[in-house]
């Protein structure tokens, strides 16, 4: 199947600081890339939709101007957390739709980052 | 507003199949079935999906009753790798893909 990449895998940072998280599609273009969040055992929820060339679309009650998202090419959407406070601990995980061209866009989904804001 | 309904947990011998149930009676006719799993701490991993006619892969096989009111995931020789978290979403082509709670499979030894 293809491949989405995230760096960093893993980042603990200071109350107060950003962090920016890269996902990468590795062996396809994806115009379209999904940013989710997951709380311990809890499901994934989606926080914003990515579109390549034009602005994020954000889900009801996620701050858009707190969670910065771009994804100035085909293969990289970047998120950066700004201002990062204790709650924003989470694991980030992206996601690629692939065009495959069978009727249906499947989505692929990087390895996931593990934010630590002390 | 759960368009699918999984059993929260299920246990698997090693070696044997793992068959995971899902309903989906509300899906509509250009709605997909696709099934991925989440191993701990990790991103979710695509498994299959399937539109009628039942699929199967090098990872599984998707079962899709006639009617497409539920489907079944096997996966023919369960090893203690396959232990994860296993979601049945429903879908159209260029849907969101969102979550709900899926089904904890754990492969005994």
């Known amino acids: 199947g293809a491949v989405v990449s995230q760096h960093p895998s893993r980042v603990i940072c200071k109350s107060g600081t950003s962090v920016k998280i890269e996902c990468r599609s590795l062996d396809f273009q994806a115009t379209t890339m999904f940013w989710y969040r997951q709380f311990p055992k809890q499901s994934l929820m989606l926080m914003a939709t990515?579109?390549?060339?034009?602005?994020?679309?954000?889900e009801q009650g996620v701050e858009k101007d707190k969670f910065l998202i771009n994804h100035a090419s085909l293969t990289l959407s970047t998120l950066t957390v700004t201002s990062a406070h204790p709650e924003d601990s989470s694991f980030y995980i992206c996601s690629a739709r692939d065009p495959g061209g069978s009727g249906t866009d499947t989505q692929y989904f990087g390895p996931g980052t593990r934010l630590t804001v002390l | 507003d759960a368009k699918t309904t999984q059993p929260p947990s299920m246990d698997c011998a090693e070696g044997r199949a793992a068959n995971l149930p899902c309903n989906h009676s509300t899906i509509s006719g250009n709605e997909y079935v696709y099934w991925y799993r989440q191993i701990h701490s990790q991103g979710p991993q695509y498994i299959i999906h399937g539109l009628k006619n039942n699929e199967t892969n090098e990872m599984a096989s998707l079962i899709i009753t006639e009617d497409r009111k539920s489907s079944t995931l096997i996966l023919p020789h369960a090893t203690l790798r396959d232990t994860a978290v296993y979601y049945c979403i429903v879908l159209f082509g260029n849907e969101k893909l969102t979550f709900g709670t899926g089904t904890r499979l754990t492969i005994i030894p």
């Open positions: 990515s579109n390549e060339g034009s602005k994020a679309t954000y």
